[in-house]
């Protein structure tokens, strides 16, 4: 169950990239990482602009330097993030530790939530300052495709981050069903819950009156017959 909630294989398995590939949030991760690419590389490339009149460059979104630079940050910024969490995914079935498998989970679905947000706002700022640009400022319309193309996959990220924080969560509540995930695993005889102590061999282990004080002899008609076997000589 464990294996099957947090990622291929067993915890402290092998390595299988056959597995890994297979994944739906490990696809998700190389989508978004090559839009990711898309994005702040075309800005770099074609998303300044200048002209015989000016000598430094101005961005092509409306001369406004914080929307290219946004774009950039954030472009730069989820492409490191995916090859965080792709080595994550290839390091995953590794993990011993409950504890740290749901960690690793949980800020899976925060830092997916938050990207998509981020892309979010960037796809709502970049078409804004598209839109109000001015095309005398762009008379030959250079870089213009690049940069719809960065518009366009600022929006496509939207989804393949919301993708993943959602895949994520369904990992998160499918481990949240199994005991092993929820606590560390703890031995029955010491779960207080049970409602009768095991049975110990007097002569094998402790006495029964010390765990704990949760043992009683139950008093039965068994009680009146002598203790212990009584040889009788012939």
């Not at 200048?50 to 950039?72: D, H, L, Q, W």
Request: proline share 6%; glycine share 8%.
């Amino acid at each position: 169950m464990e294996g099957g909630a947090y990622g291929a294989g067993k915890a402290g398995g092998a390595f299988d990239p056959y597995t890994l590939v297979r994944q739906p949030h490990t696809i998700l991760r190389v989508v978004s990482w090559v839009f990711s690419i898309v994005v702040f590389g075309s800005i770099v490339n074609e998303g300044y602009l200048n002209n015989s009149a000016e000598e430094e460059e101005f961005c092509i979104y409306n001369r406004n330097p914080s929307a290219c630079r946004y774009g950039v940050t954030v472009g730069v910024l989820a492409f490191l993030t995916c090859l965080l969490y792709l080595a994550l995914d290839v390091y995953f079935p590794q993990i011993s530790s409950v504890k740290d498998r749901k960690k690793a989970v949980l800020s899976d679905i925060g830092v997916s939530a938050f990207w998509a947000f981020f892309w979010f706002v960037g796809f709502c700022f970049l078409a804004n300052q598209w839109q109000v640009s001015k095309p005398k400022d762009n008379p030959l319309n250079e870089g213009t495709d690049a940069a719809r193309a960065a518009i366009a996959f600022s929006f496509f990220s939207i989804f393949t981050w919301a993708g993943q924080a959602v895949l994520a969560f369904q990992r998160y509540q499918i481990g949240a069903d199994s005991a092993l995930f929820s606590q560390d695993y703890m031995d029955p005889s010491q779960d207080s819950s049970m409602p009768y102590a095991p049975y110990v061999e007097p002569s094998a282990g402790p006495d029964p009156a010390g765990m704990g004080g949760t043992y009683q002899h139950p008093a039965n008609a068994f009680d009146a017959e002598p203790q212990g076997y009584q040889s009788q000589g012939y």
